[in-house]
């Protein structure tokens, strides 16, 4: 099975900051993966599709880009209500393996 | 919009089983189970397709088994043999079947392109 990791697995950032979360796999899964953000006490939130594919609703601070094996997850200006755990997760075929998170914290 | 409600939730001794259930408002291509275990991330665990086609983690492969009701549009997750490190909230996500363009389709043509509703997960307690 396709293995996927993050990096960092943690993070501290100021408001205003750019942050970028880096995904891969260790094969190529195209641009079959999504992103999404998770706070505390809260259901999980989709962020992205198709890589770079931005869901309904999100704020377009956030943006996805990568393909292949490496991708990443960009917040151009954090913002307090970022602080959560980014997940990835890849889904060219089953089993739909999500990454092991990064958390997002400000400063 | 779909709303999706879980439960069966509980707690059980190691070896046990539990049956969660996943009411859905509406039609969802697919119907995901996921979990997060106290401290850790999130888990893929299981994905049952409006065709029936089901896929399972290596983690509980065996172990559980997803289902479905078509008439009352709910899905299942029978759990048997549960151990300590099943312990989690367990949610049930699925698709609003919003998607168009590109994406919506993974390299073996099923429609995938993320989990856009959750339910607000059920614990399950394993522990003797």
């Known amino acids: 099975d396709i293995q996927m990791t993050q990096s960092p697995s943690s993070l501290s950032a100021s408001v205003g900051d750019r942050v970028t979360i880096t995904c891969r796999a260790n094969q190529d899964i195209r641009n079959y993966l999504a992103w999404y953000q998770h706070k505390p006490g809260k259901i999980p939130n989709l962020l992205i599709y198709?890589?770079?594919t931005l869901q309904s609703g999100v704020p377009s601070r956030f943006s996805g880009s990568g393909s292949g094996t490496d991708f990443t997850l960009t917040i151009s200006s954090l913002q307090p209500e970022d602080v959560a755990t980014y997940y990835c997760?890849?889904?060219?075929?089953?089993?739909?393996?999500f990454g092991p998170g990064t958390t997002v914290d400000v400063k | 919009e779909v709303q999706l409600v879980e439960a069966g939730g509980g707690f059980v001794q190691p070896g046990g089983s539990l049956r969660l259930s996943c009411a859905a408002s509406g039609f969802t291509n697919y119907i995901n189970w996921v979990r997060r275990a106290p401290g850790k991330g999130l888990e893929w665990v299981s994905i049952?397709?409006?065709?029936?086609?089901?896929y399972y983690a290596d983690s509980v492969k065996g172990r559980f088994t997803i289902s479905r009701d078509k008439s009352k549009n709910t899905v299942f997750l029978q759990m048997n043999s549960l151990r300590a490190d099943d312990t989690a909230v367990y949610y049930c996500?699925?698709?609003?079947?919003?998607?168009?363009?590109?994406?919506?389709?993974?390299?073996?043509?099923?429609?995938?392109?993320?989990?856009?509703?959750w339910g607000q997960g059920t614990t399950v307690t394993v522990s003797s």
């Open positions: 198709a890589a770079s």
């Open positions: 997760q890849k889904y060219n075929s089953a089993p739909f393996t």
């Open positions: 049952i397709y409006s065709g029936g086609d089901t």
């Open positions: 996500a699925g698709d609003s079947g919003l998607c168009s363009g590109g994406g919506c389709y993974n390299k073996d043509y099923y429609y995938f392109y993320g989990l856009d509703v």
